[in-house]
């Protein structure tokens, strides 16, 4: 009788639940309506302007340039990316090293980088070739005996420096994101690790790094997407981008706008589709995470 008895109870309850009206919110849909009027009156302005020559947009829209230049967006970031990754995973191990060289090195790192802005480290990469005009293999035994030398310039094209800057630049943001899912695991988890006889390098892949994703990842994404839309920033050394293809056809024809608006609307698909599979990536993260608490 008394399990009977809870059933009905427990039924009950769901019932009067069920009937709690939920609490409207009609401001919602006014300031939800009023911003989406607001939208599309600024992309009906920006479209139907009589400025804009839409021939134009669609007759370059699919040009070959402009769809190598996303190819070439799209493999700057994916390259820079890896490569800034893998230098702020070193970054952020040398932050939390026990050594103190390694602390100073890797924080001096982070604040260096974190203080020039990522055009002027541009620049810089696109014009090492005023630093070293050449790089030469000598004898060791006999300076004046080159085994092998290249042109810097044609050693560091203006594609080589993009991935460069974007790549050191990209390593002290992510040391940052790196090291702050790292500290996020309890220090319980090491311990036990180390107690289980796991070396460092076994307790960092096994089991700090797993740990560390749910909180690395949404900002990594993040950083993802944002390196997309700085790679615009290469334009100024010619880095085969998106916006270099876009100023190419935009010197030959004048028509500027027009081809902004291309680039624009590419690096609006490109950085979509990215943040969705962002979102794709953050839901099935969340997803196991609430079946391992389960």
């Known amino acids: 009788m008394s399990n009977a008895l809870l059933s009905q109870r427990q ?42 020559d839409h021939a134009t947009i669609l007759k370059y829209l699919t040009a070959e340039s402009i769809l190598t230049g996303v190819k070439n967006t799209i493999v700057l970031a994916v390259i820079a990316m890896v490569i800034g990754t893998v230098g702020g995973y070193l970054v952020a191990v040398m932050r939390l090293s026990h050594n103190p060289v390694l602390r100073a090195i890797g924080f001096g790192y982070v604040a260096l980088i974190r203080s020039i802005p990522l055009l002027v480290l541009i620049l810089f990469m696109g014009n090492l070739a005023l630093f070293w005009s050449r790089v030469d293999i000598v004898n060791p035994f006999n300076h004046d005996e080159v085994w092998a030398g290249w042109d810097m310039n044609d050693l560091v094209t203006p594609f080589i420096a993009s991935i460069l800057a974007l790549a050191i630049n990209e390593a002290a943001y992510m040391g940052e994101v790196i090291r702050s899912g790292l500290r996020s695991v309890d220090q319980g988890q090491r311990e036990a690790a180390t107690a289980l006889g796991l070396g460092s390098r076994h307790t960092m892949s096994k089991v700090i790094l797993p740990q560390a994703m749910r909180v690395i990842l949404p900002p990594a994404g993040s950083q993802f997407v944002t390196m997309i839309k700085m790679t615009s920033l290469v334009s100024v050394i010619a880095g085969g981008d998106l916006l270099t293809e876009a100023q190419n056809i935009a010197a030959t024809n004048l028509r500027t706008l027009e081809l902004l608006v291309i680039a624009s609307a590419w690096y609006l698909l490109v950085t979509g589709i990215a943040t969705i599979g962002q979102s794709i990536l953050e839901h099935r993260l969340e997803r196991g995470q609430r079946r391992v608490s389960i």
Do not use: S
């Open 11 to 52: 039924t009950a309850l769901a019932g009067a639940t069920d009937r709690v009206a939920a609490k409207r919110h009609p401001w919602r849909i006014v300031f939800g309506l009023l911003a989406a009027v607001v939208v599309v009156w600024g992309a009906l302005n920006l479209w139907l302007n009589p400025a804009l």
